[in-house]
């Protein structure tokens, strides 16, 4: 065993170290808490980036066959049943901890340029932000749900402080309440399940102990296994905002832009899809759930896509792509859990749509990062500005920003050979693969398939109304490049987007990190089972991909290109009215509020009515009854002597009656 993985603990501990520290910082020397905070998350990424150099490129021999584990009791109800609190580490949790940790660095390093005009507030921000790096790593790397759990919702907490860190904004109040509501709402659903997993088997949630096959049989028998995964997905619909619950996430970006990218790049949205990657070995033995993981997330890939054509807000269009890109992510965890329900029992397999999944996961973690803290560069160039009809002719003075922000454009669209093309086309190949278990998949890649054009489409309109034609921000605004402590993380993401599909397909160890072990004879080598860069090479539907990814940028190019607003493209009557709907976002806000307006006044309503009829008529009634009693019990009070001989007399001929008919009936 590798002796870092000892230490591996100290991954989720140190951001939270961090956390503590700067709470006794004051308020007054805000330039400490960054160096605290930086400090804390760089000890995570390079203790993370150090277990995946020594664990996969030796081909994971570390960790291999068994995860490595400690743990400590942490609640004891009897002598056979306690909690525990500890940490579980095989080959997902050091790819998510590594990639957790290493985009936080940067974006915690690019925090310190953009939030420095915030005095000293920026305490409360490098504080709450370094818990929340913290507790997403401490999310992954239980070993429990619920411990998973407990992080889970100090994840959304620290989601509410982020997003409503400018809170005297009506707006980002506002966003941040409703963030902390939805994902609440699909919390309910993931405790559900954790609840069911409970019910059955060895009433454990362990995770060790919830993987072994008897268990699985054990909840597959017993029938609840498929409403248990059904339920934990509507937990990761919550978190990772899709269909129905995907508005929340373009609200989020209320909050400052480097917690945009933390959030959709490198923490909370990631959560949903980490989930059900931990949960597979549940979801590849329930073909329902797993089809309709991958029914979601396909829909949602497509259906977030035409929203981002609707927007002009530069971080409202990368909201937009970060939940169409989670959707490909589920999409192929689905098909992957489909394919795997319907293999023979102990086979060799190998789960394409796993790998694809977790592959695209860490590309969209590098790029979406990109992105965003792209666009915050170029709003703290213009002072703030977001509409990017207010931009225009930028290249030419942010010559870094735009370089590096076509290259995350390019890799988001899916152009070789930057990293989003290999891991969208595995996840379209996983989808396409399952046509051959169940027609809903061909389904399912069309819509993967219509996304993937609309995403280059969406994307390359962003780049082209920010950085092409003339300018089209106010005269006096002076536009200059970002600092180099903004300037840097760009570079090193942009370097990173460019290599890291290549390098990744040519490195076997990470191939051994991202199959699915379970299913995996020792005689079959995973890394021939993915083929690398050439196998999706020699796949004839990659190019129908590609092809689609050109024209969606042709299509830009022609209609917003050399600073063209695109306004002919909507003129037609139909095409208005279609536009109209997207730039609602489908009415999805105003569903929202009525809904939230219906239940809650329907839920009012009836309180108030169990409350006025039923609680205080039942105390008003006991009151109405004694003040009744006591009144007839009075009047009987005359003081008559004749009155209350008569009623002696009337109980003693009572009590002889009753004395006598009771011995002739037997009682």
């Given amino acids: 065993m590798d002796p870092l993985l000892q230490y591996s603990s100290l991954i989720a501990l140190s951001p939270i170290i961090a956390f503590a520290l700067i709470s006794m910082v004051p308020s007054s020397r805000p330039r400490l808490t960054e160096w605290i905070a930086v400090i804390g998350v760089a000890v995570s990424a390079a203790l993370s980036l150090l277990i995946l150099a020594i664990e996969f490129f030796g081909n994971g021999s ?18 056979g049943a306690a909690v525990t609190l500890g940490i579980y580490v095989d080959w997902l949790t050091v790819v998510m901890t590594a990639v957790v940790s290493s985009v936080s660095l940067l974006i915690v390093i690019y925090s310190v340029g953009y939030m420095h005009a915030e005095g000293a507030r920026r305490k409360r921000y490098f504080g709450v932000i370094s818990m929340f790096v913290g507790v997403m790593l401490g999310l992954i790397m239980a070993n429990n749900l619920f411990e998973l759990y407990i992080f889970w919702e100090l994840v959304g907490l620290g989601s509410y402080l982020l997003i409503g ?18 994902t609440r709402f699909g919390d309910m659903f993931l405790l559900f399940g954790i609840v069911l997993l409970l019910s059955v088997a060895d009433h454990t949630v362990m995770y060790q102990a919830l993987f072994q096959p008897s268990s699985v049989t054990a909840l597959k028998s017993s029938g609840f296994l498929t409403l248990a995964t ?73 259906f977030a896509a035409t929203m981002a054509l609707g927007t002009f807000d530069i971080k409202r269009v990368l909201a937009f792509s970060t939940i169409s890109q989670l959707g490909y992510m589920f999409m192929a965890l ?19 749509g796993y790998s694809a999944g977790i592959f695209h996961l860490m590309n969209q973690a590098i790029f979406k990062a990109l992105l965003f803290l792209a666009a915050g560069s170029v709003m703290h160039s213009l002072g703030g500005t977001q509409d990017m009809r207010e931009m225009g002719g930028l290249r030419s003075k942010l010559r870094i920003t735009s370089v590096t922000m076509l290259f995350g454009s390019l890799s988001l669209a899916g152009i070789i050979p930057f990293s989003g093309f290999f891991s969208k086309d595995a996840a379209l190949e996983a989808a396409l693969g399952g046509t051959a278990y169940s027609p ?77 072990p379970a299913v995996l004879s020792p005689h079959v080598s995973p890394y021939a089972q993915f083929n690398g860069a050439l196998g999706l090479l020699g796949d004839p539907a990659t190019y129908l991909s590609l092809f689609l990814a050109f024209a969606g940028v042709g299509i830009s190019y022609s209609v917003w290109g050399r600073g063209r607003s695109g306004s002919k493209a909507v003129s037609g009557a139909i095409t208005s009215r279609v536009y109209s709907v997207l730039v ?70 009572v ?13």
């Avoid at 990218?261 to 329930?286: C, D, F, K, W």
């Avoid at 280059?456 to 106010?474: D, E, H, N, S």
């Avoid at 609680?615 to 003040?627: A, E, H, S, T, Y």
């Fill in 584 to 653: 609602e976002r489908y009415y999805f806000p105003q569903m929202y509020d009525k809904l939230g307006i219906w239940i809650g006044y329907g839920v009012a309503r009836g309180l108030d009515f169990f409350d006025s009829k039923v609680v205080d008529g039942i105390v008003n009634g006991v009151g109405r009854f004694f003040i009744f009693s006591s009144e007839n019990i009075r009047r009987s009070e005359t003081g008559y002597v004749q009155q209350y001989a008569g009623a002696i007399v009337l109980g003693i001929v």
């Fill in 440 to 516: 809903v998949f061909l389904l399912i890649w069309l819509f993967g398939i219509v996304g993937a054009l609309l995403t280059a489409v969406y994307i390359f309109r962003l780049w082209f109304m920010t950085f092409a034609g003339k300018p089209r921000y106010p005269p006096e605004v002076h536009v200059h490049e970002s600092p180099p402590v903004m300037v840097l993380p760009l570079i090193v993401l942009a370097v990173l987007t460019l290599v890291a599909g290549v390098a990744v397909l040519g490195v076997a160890g990470f191939a051994m990190a991202v199959h699915y």
């Fill in 230 to 302: 059904l339920a934990m997905f509507g937990g990761a619909m919550g978190k990772s905002a899709q269909f129905p619950l995907q508005d929340w996430l373009v609200d989020a970006m209320e909050g400052p832009t480097p917690v945009s990218a933390m959030i959709h790049g490198a923490t909370m949205v990631n959560a949903g899809v980490y989930l059900v990657a931990r949960m597979y070995p549940l979801y590849s033995q329930a073909p329902i759930s797993a089809l309709f993981v991958s029914f979601i997330g396909a829909f949602t890939a497509m």
């Fill in 655 to 667: 009590i002889a009656v009753l004395l006598i008919l009771l011995p002739m009936m037997g009682v």
């Fill in 165 to 182: 860190f400018w809170y005297e904004k009506p707006s980002a109040a506002k966003a941040a309440k409703k963030a902390f509501v939805v």
């Fill in 62 to 79: 570390g960790i291999s066959p068994v995860a490595y584990q400690q743990q400590i009791p942490f609640l004891r109800f009897s002598a």
């Fill in 334 to 352: 689905g098909a992957g859990a489909y394919v795997l329900s319907r293999q023979p029992i102990g086979a060799a397999s190998y789960s394409l």
